[in-house]
């Protein structure tokens, strides 16, 4: 049986930061098909693992945050952030702004990936205001 496939918004953000810091390969080659290829185990990840991370990796290309190329070897390499995978990650760049929208999307029982942004966008005024000592409207 294989991985739940549920999209985690901690995993997405932490793949935008890590592709924005220029981490571009992505090996989603699960050992589960080393022998069948011939390949080496070692130059694999648990099959578990690359279900997760090739699941997000095409949540992140099917919401227009990141264009891939995948080559047939299970390797994803980051094209580019596009704008709005920017816009996004700007968004929930800050731990407190990010920890804060996730509690409100939980408490409001909606985790869409635009109810979320909505959120951090308005966590991110309030935190502003905050820490600038001024009123963002």
Known sequence: MGTPLKRDMDFIRSLLLDIERGH????????????????????????????RLAYHLGLLE??????????????WSAKRITWNGHEFLDTVRDTEVWERAKA??????????SFLWELAKAYGKHVASERLGIVLT
């Open 62 to 75: 099917d919401a227009g945050f990141v264009e891939f190329y995948k080559n047939m070897g299970g390797i």
């Open 24 to 51: 571009r390969a992505f090996n989603t080659l699960g050992d589960d098909v080393a022998d069948t290829l011939g390949i080496d185990p070692a130059e694999t990840i648990p099959a578990e693992e690359a279900e």
């Open 104 to 113: 409100g999307a939980e408490k409001a029982g909606n985790a869409s990936v």
